[in-house]
């Protein structure tokens, strides 16, 4: 297992925060791997979904909401195993957030683990930053351009 950390100081209350994070179905504006989402099921505070990463690989994901404070997901089959835990807390008028990722790559994918721990830690810098900046209100206007993600490399029908 790798374990992947990213964290930043936000400038805004845990509720906005949260009202940020808690958003499932936006998580593809933060997480630039995912590029599509579908939920299966929502059941009192768990959403169990599948993503797809990079138009081929298909991920199944448990997702639990600790309201305010944390979001557990469980990747339970793909190209991914492990957990994905976002950490959120407050400090006065400002929140901490955390994203600990504790991951495993299978497949094609586990023989380049080293190249992909770093395009995800990257990937997870860049999300947090993205969080930081949709609750502060910021409205950074990105250069779009053609772009390989990590995941976009492997597919798993190979």
């Not at 009192?44 to 979001?71: D, F, H, S």
């Not at 380049?112 to 409205?139: H, L, P, Y």
């Amino acid at each position: 297992m790798v374990e992947i950390k990213a964290a930043i100081e936000i400038n805004a209350p845990v509720d906005k925060v949260w009202e940020v994070v808690s958003d499932l179905d936006n998580d593809a504006k933060f997480w630039t791997a995912t590029t599509s989402i579908r939920n299966f099921s929502s059941e009192n505070n768990e959403v169990k979904r599948e993503v797809m990463l990079a138009k081929i690989n298909k991920c199944l994901q448990t997702i639990t909401l600790y309201p305010k404070g944390k979001i557990h997901t469980e990747w339970t089959k793909g190209i991914i195993k492990g957990t994905k835990d976002i950490i959120l807390n407050p400090r006065n008028n400002t929140t901490y957030l955390e994203a600990v990722l504790d991951y495993k790559f299978t497949g094609m994918a586990g023989f380049m683990s080293g190249k992909i721990t770093r395009d995800v830690q990257i990937e997870t810098q860049r999300a947090v930053e993205f969080i930081k900046e949709k609750a502060e209100g910021m409205n950074k206007s990105l250069k779009m351009e053609d772009r390989t993600h990590w995941a976009d490399m492997y597919d798993e029908k190979k």
